[in-house]
Protein backbone atom coordinates (compact mmCIF):
# COMPACT_ATOMS: atom_id res chain seq x y z
CA UNK A 1 0.00 0.00 0.00
CA UNK A 2 1.22 3.26 -0.75
CA UNK A 3 2.12 5.84 1.49
CA UNK A 4 -0.43 8.47 0.54
CA UNK A 5 -3.03 5.66 0.37
CA UNK A 6 -2.31 4.12 4.15
CA UNK A 7 -2.40 8.51 5.39
CA UNK A 8 -5.60 8.38 3.50
CA UNK A 9 -7.33 5.78 5.22
CA UNK A 10 -6.06 6.90 8.78
CA UNK A 11 -7.43 10.32 8.19
CA UNK A 12 -10.72 8.46 7.20
CA UNK A 13 -10.72 6.16 10.08
CA UNK A 14 -9.70 8.92 12.51
CA UNK A 15 -12.68 11.02 10.95
CA UNK A 16 -15.02 8.20 11.26
CA UNK A 17 -13.72 7.56 15.28
CA UNK A 18 -14.37 11.55 15.83
CA UNK A 19 -17.72 11.41 14.00
CA UNK A 20 -18.39 8.38 16.75
CA UNK A 21 -17.75 9.80 19.47
CA UNK A 22 -19.65 12.89 18.92
CA UNK A 23 -22.61 11.20 17.88
CA UNK A 24 -22.34 8.98 21.16
CA UNK A 25 -21.45 11.96 23.57
CA UNK A 26 -24.80 13.50 22.55
CA UNK A 27 -26.45 10.61 22.97
CA UNK A 28 -25.57 9.18 26.17
CA UNK A 29 -24.06 12.08 27.65
CA UNK A 30 -27.67 13.52 29.33
CA UNK A 31 -28.61 9.78 30.58
CA UNK A 32 -25.24 9.39 32.52
CA UNK A 33 -26.33 12.46 34.05
CA UNK A 34 -29.80 11.86 34.67
CA UNK A 35 -29.22 8.73 35.85
CA UNK A 36 -25.70 10.21 38.37
CA UNK A 37 -28.71 12.98 39.39
CA UNK A 38 -31.10 9.94 40.99
CA UNK A 39 -28.36 7.78 42.22
CA UNK A 40 -27.63 11.01 43.97
CA UNK A 41 -31.52 11.62 44.49
CA UNK A 42 -32.19 8.01 46.49
CA UNK A 43 -28.56 8.85 48.55
CA UNK A 44 -30.03 11.63 50.00
CA UNK A 45 -33.44 10.07 50.93
CA UNK A 46 -31.55 6.91 52.72
CA UNK A 47 -29.46 8.79 54.83
CA UNK A 48 -32.34 11.23 55.45
CA UNK A 49 -34.69 8.07 56.81
CA UNK A 50 -31.84 6.85 58.33
CA UNK A 51 -29.89 9.15 60.33
CA UNK A 52 -27.79 6.88 62.24
CA UNK A 53 -25.82 5.62 59.13
CA UNK A 54 -23.12 8.32 57.94
CA UNK A 55 -22.38 9.41 54.72
CA UNK A 56 -19.04 7.84 54.87
CA UNK A 57 -20.07 4.46 55.81
CA UNK A 58 -23.26 4.25 52.92
CA UNK A 59 -20.08 5.50 50.31
CA UNK A 60 -18.35 2.38 51.13
CA UNK A 61 -21.21 -0.27 51.40
CA UNK A 62 -22.06 1.27 47.65
CA UNK A 63 -18.51 0.62 46.60
CA UNK A 64 -18.45 -3.23 48.41
CA UNK A 65 -21.76 -3.63 46.56
CA UNK A 66 -20.18 -2.68 42.87
CA UNK A 67 -17.17 -4.65 43.69
CA UNK A 68 -19.46 -8.15 44.36
CA UNK A 69 -21.68 -7.19 41.23
CA UNK A 70 -18.56 -7.01 39.59
CA UNK A 71 -17.34 -10.39 40.40
CA UNK A 72 -20.52 -12.42 39.50
CA UNK A 73 -22.34 -11.86 43.17
CA UNK A 74 -26.76 -11.46 42.54
CA UNK A 75 -27.80 -8.88 44.65
CA UNK A 76 -31.21 -10.70 44.89
CA UNK A 77 -29.40 -13.36 46.56
CA UNK A 78 -28.96 -13.43 50.25
CA UNK A 79 -27.57 -15.49 52.77
CA UNK A 80 -31.09 -17.15 54.40
CA UNK A 81 -32.28 -17.84 50.98
CA UNK A 82 -31.64 -21.25 49.48
CA UNK A 83 -30.60 -20.31 46.05
CA UNK A 84 -28.54 -22.68 44.27
CA UNK A 85 -27.62 -20.11 41.26
CA UNK A 86 -23.44 -19.46 41.08
CA UNK A 87 -22.00 -17.73 37.88
CA UNK A 88 -19.34 -20.62 38.02
CA UNK A 89 -21.02 -23.77 37.61
CA UNK A 90 -20.19 -25.72 34.86
CA UNK A 91 -22.05 -24.37 32.13
CA UNK A 92 -21.59 -20.70 33.10
CA UNK A 93 -17.64 -21.63 33.25
CA UNK A 94 -17.77 -23.21 30.08
CA UNK A 95 -19.46 -20.32 28.45
CA UNK A 96 -16.98 -18.15 30.32
CA UNK A 97 -14.03 -20.10 28.83
CA UNK A 98 -15.90 -19.78 25.25
CA UNK A 99 -15.79 -15.85 25.79
CA UNK A 100 -12.06 -16.04 26.24
CA UNK A 101 -11.00 -17.98 23.02
CA UNK A 102 -13.56 -16.20 21.00
CA UNK A 103 -12.22 -12.61 22.18
CA UNK A 104 -15.57 -11.35 23.13
CA UNK A 105 -15.03 -11.01 26.41
CA UNK A 106 -18.33 -9.69 27.99
CA UNK A 107 -16.96 -8.51 31.23
CA UNK A 108 -20.33 -9.29 33.55
CA UNK A 109 -17.99 -11.33 35.48
CA UNK A 110 -14.29 -11.21 35.79
CA UNK A 111 -11.79 -13.28 37.51
CA UNK A 112 -10.93 -12.09 41.38
CA UNK A 113 -8.03 -13.97 42.08
CA UNK A 114 -4.23 -13.90 40.78
CA UNK A 115 -4.41 -17.47 40.46
CA UNK A 116 -6.61 -17.53 37.55
CA UNK A 117 -5.32 -14.31 35.93
CA UNK A 118 -2.41 -15.85 35.71
CA UNK A 119 -3.97 -19.41 34.21
CA UNK A 120 -6.20 -17.13 31.96
CA UNK A 121 -2.93 -15.80 30.31
CA UNK A 122 -1.99 -19.02 28.72
CA UNK A 123 -5.48 -20.05 28.22
CA UNK A 124 -6.28 -17.33 26.16
CA UNK A 125 -2.82 -17.52 24.31
CA UNK A 126 -3.04 -21.30 23.73
CA UNK A 127 -6.75 -20.86 22.98
CA UNK A 128 -7.18 -17.93 20.50
CA UNK A 129 -5.07 -19.82 17.65
CA UNK A 130 -6.43 -23.18 18.42
CA UNK A 131 -10.00 -21.35 18.13
CA UNK A 132 -8.82 -19.91 14.72
CA UNK A 133 -8.03 -22.84 12.99
CA UNK A 134 -11.29 -24.20 14.06
CA UNK A 135 -12.98 -21.20 13.04
CA UNK A 136 -11.33 -21.22 9.31
CA UNK A 137 -12.22 -24.93 8.89
CA UNK A 138 -15.80 -24.93 10.11
CA UNK A 139 -16.37 -21.55 7.73
CA UNK A 140 -15.01 -23.12 4.64
CA UNK A 141 -17.46 -25.88 5.32
CA UNK A 142 -20.08 -23.94 5.97
CA UNK A 143 -19.75 -21.51 3.32
CA UNK A 144 -19.30 -24.83 0.80
CA UNK A 145 -22.49 -25.78 2.00
CA UNK A 146 -24.06 -22.50 1.82
CA UNK A 147 -22.74 -21.98 -1.68
CA UNK A 148 -23.50 -25.69 -2.95
CA UNK A 149 -26.93 -25.38 -2.34
CA UNK A 150 -27.19 -22.29 -3.64
CA UNK A 151 -25.83 -23.23 -7.14
CA UNK A 152 -28.29 -25.60 -7.45
CA UNK A 153 -31.23 -22.56 -7.57
CA UNK A 154 -28.37 -20.66 -10.17
CA UNK A 155 -29.08 -23.68 -12.07
CA UNK A 156 -32.41 -23.84 -12.12
CA UNK A 157 -32.60 -19.55 -12.92
CA UNK A 158 -29.72 -20.78 -15.68
CA UNK A 159 -32.43 -22.96 -16.96
CA UNK A 160 -34.72 -20.37 -17.45
CA UNK A 161 -32.69 -18.50 -19.63
CA UNK A 162 -32.00 -15.63 -16.81
CA UNK A 163 -28.31 -13.24 -17.74
CA UNK A 164 -25.32 -15.00 -16.06
CA UNK A 165 -24.65 -11.52 -14.15
CA UNK A 166 -28.20 -11.34 -13.06
CA UNK A 167 -27.98 -14.79 -11.63
CA UNK A 168 -24.80 -14.26 -9.96
CA UNK A 169 -26.25 -11.49 -8.06
CA UNK A 170 -28.96 -13.20 -7.23
CA UNK A 171 -26.76 -15.46 -5.49
CA UNK A 172 -24.78 -13.06 -3.69
CA UNK A 173 -27.96 -12.21 -2.17
CA UNK A 174 -29.57 -15.59 -1.40
CA UNK A 175 -26.35 -16.31 0.26
CA UNK A 176 -26.42 -13.42 2.49
CA UNK A 177 -30.43 -13.41 3.42
CA UNK A 178 -29.83 -17.38 4.39
CA UNK A 179 -27.47 -16.84 6.25
CA UNK A 180 -28.66 -13.91 8.31
CA UNK A 181 -32.17 -15.72 8.54
CA UNK A 182 -30.53 -18.57 10.43
CA UNK A 183 -27.64 -16.65 12.54
CA UNK A 184 -29.58 -13.20 12.90
CA UNK A 185 -33.37 -13.32 12.89
CA UNK A 186 -33.75 -16.86 14.56
CA UNK A 187 -31.60 -16.04 17.38
CA UNK A 188 -33.41 -13.15 17.69
CA UNK A 189 -36.90 -14.40 18.50
CA UNK A 190 -35.15 -17.27 20.73
CA UNK A 191 -33.80 -14.59 23.05
CA UNK A 192 -36.76 -12.51 23.15
CA UNK A 193 -38.62 -15.92 24.22
CA UNK A 194 -35.66 -17.07 26.92
CA UNK A 195 -34.50 -14.14 28.22
CA UNK A 196 -37.95 -11.97 28.34
CA UNK A 197 -36.05 -9.21 25.92
CA UNK A 198 -37.62 -6.98 23.32
CA UNK A 199 -36.77 -6.80 19.93
CA UNK A 200 -34.20 -4.06 20.07
CA UNK A 201 -32.34 -5.46 22.93
CA UNK A 202 -32.01 -9.12 21.42
CA UNK A 203 -30.64 -8.08 18.02
CA UNK A 204 -28.66 -5.65 19.33
CA UNK A 205 -26.95 -8.61 21.65
CA UNK A 206 -26.78 -10.81 18.47
CA UNK A 207 -24.86 -8.15 16.73
CA UNK A 208 -22.59 -7.23 19.30
CA UNK A 209 -21.58 -10.71 20.24
CA UNK A 210 -21.52 -12.01 16.43
CA UNK A 211 -19.00 -9.22 15.58
CA UNK A 212 -16.69 -9.56 19.07
CA UNK A 213 -17.27 -6.30 20.29
CA UNK A 214 -19.16 -7.75 23.83
CA UNK A 215 -20.14 -5.12 25.78
CA UNK A 216 -21.42 -7.52 28.48
CA UNK A 217 -24.47 -5.14 29.62
CA UNK A 218 -27.15 -8.11 28.04
CA UNK A 219 -25.75 -11.87 28.40
CA UNK A 220 -27.28 -14.65 27.57
CA UNK A 221 -27.72 -16.61 30.25
CA UNK A 222 -26.75 -14.48 33.07
CA UNK A 223 -30.45 -13.76 34.26
CA UNK A 224 -30.67 -16.21 37.89
CA UNK A 225 -33.81 -17.45 36.77
CA UNK A 226 -32.48 -19.94 33.82
CA UNK A 227 -31.09 -22.58 35.17
CA UNK A 228 -31.03 -24.99 32.37
CA UNK A 229 -27.00 -26.04 32.50
CA UNK A 230 -27.07 -26.81 29.14
CA UNK A 231 -28.39 -23.21 28.05
CA UNK A 232 -25.21 -21.48 27.99
CA UNK A 233 -23.12 -24.32 26.24
CA UNK A 234 -26.16 -24.10 23.62
CA UNK A 235 -25.04 -19.97 22.91
CA UNK A 236 -21.67 -20.69 22.70
CA UNK A 237 -22.24 -23.26 19.68
CA UNK A 238 -24.72 -20.83 18.20
CA UNK A 239 -21.83 -18.12 18.14
CA UNK A 240 -19.35 -20.69 16.89
CA UNK A 241 -21.57 -21.05 14.34
CA UNK A 242 -22.23 -17.32 13.77
CA UNK A 243 -18.86 -16.23 13.49
CA UNK A 244 -17.84 -19.04 10.68
CA UNK A 245 -20.28 -17.41 9.06
CA UNK A 246 -19.25 -14.22 8.87
CA UNK A 247 -15.83 -14.96 8.49
CA UNK A 248 -16.98 -16.97 5.30
CA UNK A 249 -18.95 -13.40 4.06
CA UNK A 250 -15.43 -11.89 4.65
CA UNK A 251 -13.57 -14.50 2.86
CA UNK A 252 -15.59 -14.17 0.05
CA UNK A 253 -15.34 -10.34 -0.36
CA UNK A 254 -11.70 -10.73 -0.07
CA UNK A 255 -11.87 -13.31 -2.68
CA UNK A 256 -13.98 -10.96 -5.03
CA UNK A 257 -12.14 -8.15 -4.53
CA UNK A 258 -8.86 -9.69 -5.49
CA UNK A 259 -10.25 -10.91 -8.74
CA UNK A 260 -11.39 -8.15 -9.57
CA UNK A 261 -7.83 -6.38 -8.91
CA UNK A 262 -6.12 -9.06 -10.86
CA UNK A 263 -8.81 -8.13 -13.92
CA UNK A 264 -7.73 -4.30 -13.10
CA UNK A 265 -3.79 -4.66 -13.69
CA UNK A 266 -4.82 -7.12 -16.44
CA UNK A 267 -7.13 -4.64 -18.77
CA UNK A 268 -4.69 -1.96 -17.75
CA UNK A 269 -1.38 -3.90 -18.88
CA UNK A 270 -3.46 -5.00 -22.41
CA UNK A 271 -4.55 -1.09 -22.40
CA UNK A 272 -0.79 0.06 -22.12
CA UNK A 273 0.59 -2.31 -24.47
CA UNK A 274 -1.95 -1.77 -27.09
CA UNK A 275 -1.06 2.50 -26.21
CA UNK A 276 2.88 1.39 -26.89
CA UNK A 277 1.63 -0.60 -30.12
CA UNK A 278 -0.51 2.74 -31.23
CA UNK A 279 2.41 4.77 -30.55
CA UNK A 280 5.30 2.50 -32.89
CA UNK A 281 2.92 2.37 -35.52
CA UNK A 282 2.54 5.74 -35.53
CA UNK A 283 5.73 7.07 -35.12
CA UNK A 284 7.01 4.14 -38.45
CA UNK A 285 3.97 6.11 -40.47
CA UNK A 286 5.08 9.38 -39.73
CA UNK A 287 8.88 8.24 -40.45
CA UNK A 288 8.03 6.90 -43.76
CA UNK A 289 6.05 10.09 -44.60
CA UNK A 290 8.83 12.17 -44.48
CA UNK A 291 10.35 11.33 -47.19
CA UNK A 292 15.12 10.69 -47.61
CA UNK A 293 15.58 14.44 -47.39
CA UNK A 294 14.76 14.19 -43.45
CA UNK A 295 16.61 11.98 -41.27
CA UNK A 296 14.37 10.12 -38.91
CA UNK A 297 14.48 11.30 -34.79
CA UNK A 298 17.90 10.71 -33.38
CA UNK A 299 16.59 8.32 -30.45
CA UNK A 300 15.31 6.05 -33.21
CA UNK A 301 17.80 5.03 -35.47
CA UNK A 302 20.56 2.63 -35.02
CA UNK A 303 23.90 4.47 -34.45
CA UNK A 304 26.75 2.63 -35.57
CA UNK A 305 29.96 3.63 -35.35
CA UNK A 306 32.64 4.85 -38.25
CA UNK A 307 34.89 3.01 -39.51
CA UNK A 308 38.91 2.92 -38.49
CA UNK A 309 40.44 5.54 -40.60
CA UNK A 310 43.23 3.74 -43.25
CA UNK A 311 46.63 4.58 -43.21
CA UNK A 312 46.85 4.78 -46.78
CA UNK A 313 43.15 3.96 -48.35
CA UNK A 314 43.65 1.46 -51.40
CA UNK A 315 40.82 1.74 -53.79
CA UNK A 316 40.73 -1.89 -55.77
CA UNK A 317 37.85 -3.26 -57.99
CA UNK A 318 35.87 -5.56 -56.39
CA UNK A 319 35.33 -8.37 -58.28
CA UNK A 320 31.58 -9.93 -58.10
CA UNK A 321 31.11 -12.79 -55.30
CA UNK A 322 27.94 -14.60 -55.24
CA UNK A 323 25.36 -13.16 -52.54
CA UNK A 324 26.14 -16.69 -50.30
CA UNK A 325 29.84 -15.58 -49.84
CA UNK A 326 30.31 -14.05 -46.77
CA UNK A 327 31.42 -10.49 -47.54
CA UNK A 328 34.18 -8.35 -45.03
CA UNK A 329 32.21 -5.60 -42.70
CA UNK A 330 31.49 -2.65 -44.62
CA UNK A 331 30.64 0.56 -44.16
CA UNK A 332 27.08 1.89 -42.71
CA UNK A 333 25.86 2.21 -46.16
CA UNK A 334 25.35 -1.32 -47.08
CA UNK A 335 24.13 -2.70 -43.61
CA UNK A 336 19.83 -3.38 -44.01
CA UNK A 337 17.97 -0.62 -42.54
CA UNK A 338 13.61 -0.72 -41.18
CA UNK A 339 13.12 2.75 -42.94
CA UNK A 340 13.27 4.04 -46.25
CA UNK A 341 15.76 6.92 -46.78
CA UNK A 342 17.74 6.02 -44.04
CA UNK A 343 20.50 4.73 -46.00
CA UNK A 344 21.24 8.98 -47.27
CA UNK A 345 20.85 9.79 -43.42
CA UNK A 346 24.09 6.94 -42.42
CA UNK A 347 25.65 8.07 -45.31
CA UNK A 348 25.51 11.89 -44.08
CA UNK A 349 26.76 10.78 -41.11
CA UNK A 350 29.40 8.84 -41.81
CA UNK A 351 30.43 11.24 -44.25
CA UNK A 352 31.12 13.96 -41.62
CA UNK A 353 32.49 12.44 -39.08
CA UNK A 354 35.15 11.02 -41.35
CA UNK A 355 35.40 14.22 -42.80
CA UNK A 356 35.94 15.77 -39.55
CA UNK A 357 38.73 12.96 -38.84
CA UNK A 358 40.75 13.88 -42.34
CA UNK A 359 40.08 10.51 -43.57
CA UNK A 360 39.32 9.71 -46.82
CA UNK A 361 35.94 8.09 -47.76
CA UNK A 362 35.96 4.63 -49.12
CA UNK A 363 33.40 4.61 -52.28
CA UNK A 364 31.16 1.66 -52.32
CA UNK A 365 31.30 -0.30 -55.71
CA UNK A 366 28.72 0.64 -58.25
CA UNK A 367 28.47 -2.44 -60.32
CA UNK A 368 31.56 -3.88 -62.62
CA UNK A 369 33.52 -1.58 -63.56
CA UNK A 370 36.79 -2.26 -66.01
CA UNK A 371 40.02 -0.82 -64.60
CA UNK A 372 41.72 1.49 -66.42
CA UNK A 373 44.84 0.33 -69.05
CA UNK A 374 47.71 1.38 -67.67
CA UNK A 375 49.46 4.49 -69.93
CA UNK A 376 52.72 4.68 -70.81
CA UNK A 377 55.29 7.31 -70.01
CA UNK A 378 55.12 10.04 -72.71
CA UNK A 379 58.51 11.49 -74.09
CA UNK A 380 58.81 14.70 -74.84
CA UNK A 381 58.67 15.01 -78.42
CA UNK A 382 61.47 17.31 -80.58
CA UNK A 383 61.29 18.98 -83.48
CA UNK A 384 61.37 16.65 -86.25
CA UNK A 385 60.87 13.30 -84.32
CA UNK A 386 57.50 11.23 -85.32
CA UNK A 387 54.67 10.90 -82.58
CA UNK A 388 54.69 7.21 -81.12
CA UNK A 389 51.70 5.48 -82.13
CA UNK A 390 51.38 3.88 -79.22
CA UNK A 391 51.26 6.63 -76.63
CA UNK A 392 47.57 7.84 -76.54
CA UNK A 393 47.31 11.71 -77.04
Given at each position: MR??T??AL??L?L?Y???G?????ALE???EQ???????????KFL????????Q??G????E???A???G???ET?S????S???W?????F????T????I???N?A??T?AG???????????????G?LL???GD????????GI??I?A??L?W??P???V?V??A??????GC??F?L?P??????M?D?S???????????LT?????D?V?G??P?Q?????Q???????LL?L???????T??GN??R??S???R????GL?A????W????T????QR???????????R?????PPC????????R?PS???K????????A??????SENL??????????????C?L????R?????????????PR?PGR????D???
Amino acid sequence: MRSTTLLALLALVLLYLVSGALVFRALEQPHEQQAQRELGEVREKFLRAHPCVSDQELGLLIKEVADALGGGADPETNSTSNSSHSAWDLGSAFFFSGTIITTIGYGNVALRTDAGRLFCIFYALVGIPLFGILLAGVGDRLGSSLRRGIGHIEAIFLKWHVPPELVRVLSAMLFLLIGCLLFVLTPTFVFCYMEDWSKLEAIYFVIVTLTTVGFGDYVAGADPRQDSPAYQPLVWFWILLGLAYFASVLTTIGNWLRVVSRRTRAEMGGLTAQAASWTGTVTARVTQRVGPAAPPPEKERPLLPPPPCPAQPLVRPRSPSPPEKAQPPSPPTASALDYPSENLAFIDESSDTQSERGCPLPRAPRGRRRPNPTRKPVRPRGPGRPRDKDVPV
